[in-house]
């Protein structure tokens, strides 16, 4: 159907175009053209009506044709005569197909490999989804057969001649003697980049050389040879690169985090009272504080007993650094006569005020 | 009486050919019950784990694929395997067996402390008592200061592992007699040594097995790769008892050529798991039968018989 309507437009389309073109011919004057071009649309409507009541009808007339070339079974025909024992056949048979569908396809679940398979998204005879053989002896089975003289054996379905080997333990010997004559050979123990000089200790004939762009080997290493060791025998636990990458990453988040910190204290409006006091006090303090929170970050780092203590949040921190800087502020209320800060202090502001230049 | 080769145990040649005098092999002695016993399993001797280095000299005879089937082969049989592929700069153990993209961490990143030893094994889904490690990715150089220390170390590290010690350590050696070799021969115990029936090959062969007798590994059996009967019969290869004569090495196993073998290395899918098994297939199953008993061919194939039926009188 659609393939007619498609056809009937196709047709369409290509009239005003030859329209158009006999017009731009020159069979009508230039003069009269808006009068020509009018018509020539009344007309070319006209047309496309036309068009559309033939294609309409012969629509009808196709499928009229196609009704009646359609031989209906003579069973369907006279109904009320015979018996609806074969359509009923069919309806079952039917109904069995859509059945046995669905129970195949549940079977298959979906995602599984079988599924996976049937969707041609993993090839069923390979990569490790095929099932294993069944363990056979590989002297006898059906594909091995001795013969019953045993001077032949059936092989894959062809019967192969036996001939009985014939070394023996002197000719082997023999060539080991052989073999030991002409080959003196001594397994290299050290590997040199040509051009190095061989150690005092070393047997020239265990040296091997290795030029310096061999493209699989190298001489060079930076990795010591206890830590390779221990990291081959390692059982269990964190890889030793990734344990101490981890560690060196944890570090440099803590500094960073203590950056931050220090910054935001700078800030703080609470500690304003800080900063009225010397540079000179004030630098101190901050590298106390820093000190100390340093020092307990490695410990945090490095102790593993104290792994909780890495766990902890971010404020924890400035606790710390409040806390520092709090015992330090403390220790000076605490110490009216400590000679640090209320002498620094005092100290700056003497120099302030008896400093001729100023 | 030599028993035939094709049958550990099995009965024998009536009168076997002596084409030497002197004495013959002494076959070991077989319990009667394991004689064509249907589903039978090899019985594992020597002390485990076994290191074996699977070597030849000359590349492309056949080192890794005989180390991809003879391993899952010993997989199949019940052994643990551990397959340790020693090909610094052109690994290929992990093509064959389809673990290609299963291999995120080698050796190198266990010795730099990147991954432990058990991350870095590479377990096969079909056989899971199959493992795969791999020495090192194939842009990445190993360095040689400890390169056969290492392997030293991994096979001590295997042995001592809370799974318990594989039965098997493969190692799939790279071909030549450099670095690498001496890398992958340094913890062996034992050594299967791979060639051709080419006078290239058997060159090789020789040098790579004097070169293991000076460092002490004595245990060496031979497998004879890629033998064409048809040529043999024609005279135009060197027989399997040429080559042994030659090398004076106790045959393991004798593979026939077969097609399959390519079309098997490009599928990922060691020829031992193929089903209907292939002569080649058939041919590493009972090479790795042999490697787990100690025990070595008593007779080898020689040429197809001519077929003997009604046409046969007219030639067909």
Redesign the interface.
Known sequence: MASVWTLQFRSLSLRPCSFISSTSNGSIITTRNRIVIRNGISKWRSRTQQLKHDSINSISKFYHQLVNSVTIPSFLLNRSGGSNFPIWVCVALVVLVGVFRVVSRKKERPGSVADLVRRGQLKS??????R??K???????P??K?GK?????E??G???????????????A???RR??R???????TI?LREGDSVPPDVDPDTV?W?PAN????????D?D?D???N???????V????Q?EHEALQKKLEALQNDQKLNKLAIDPINAKEFERPFNSHARLNEQAEKSTEQKINKLVIDPINAKEIERPFNSHTRLNDQAQKSSVDNQVSDPDSPNIDSDLNHFESTSSEDPTL | M?P?????G?????N?????P????TPKPRPPSAL??????PELSGTTPRVTVITSGKGGVGKTTTTANIGL?LA???FSVVAIDAD???RNLDLLL?LENRVNYTVIE??????????ALVR????SNFELLCI?KPRS??????????LT??V??LK???GGSPDFILIDCPAGI???F?TA??PANEAVLITTPDITSLRDA??V???L???GIRDIKMVVNRVR?DMIKGEDMMSV?DV??M?????LGVIPEDSEVIRSTN???PLV?N?????AG?AF??A??RLVEQD??????????P?RGFFSFFGG
């Open positions: 005879d390979r990569r490790g989804i095929s294993p053989l363990y056979e002896d590989p002297f006898n089975n594909f091995v001795v003289s045993n001077s032949t054996v092989m894959c062809k019967v192969y001649r036996l001939a009985p080997v014939t070394l023996t333990e002197e000719q082997q023999t060539h080991q073999r030991s002409a080959y003196q050979w001594k397994r290299p590997f091997r290795i061999h493209p699989f080997a190298t001489t060079a290493t990795l040879e830590l390779a060791q990291n081959v025998y390692q059982k269990h636990g890889p030793f690169r990734i101490a | 030599p035939l080769h094709i049958l550990p099995a009965t024998l040649f009536p076997p050919l002596p084409r030497h002197s004495k013959t092999l064509l016993q249907w589903n039978r399993k082969s199949r049989f019940g610094v700069g052109l389809g266990v010795l730099n402390g990147d991954c432990r030893l058990d991350q096969d889904k079909r056989w090192s150089k190993l360095p040689l200061g400890f390169g056969g220390k290492a170390w991994l001590d590290a001592a592992r809370p450099d670095a690498g001496i021969i340094t020789d040098r097995t004097g070169l007798e000076c460092d009967t008892l042994q004569e090398l004076g090495l106790p045959l599928r990922g899918y798991l089903k209907p098994p292939t002569l058939l199953e009972q790795a039968w070595s061919m008593q007779a080898v194939v020689v040429e197809e018989q077929k």
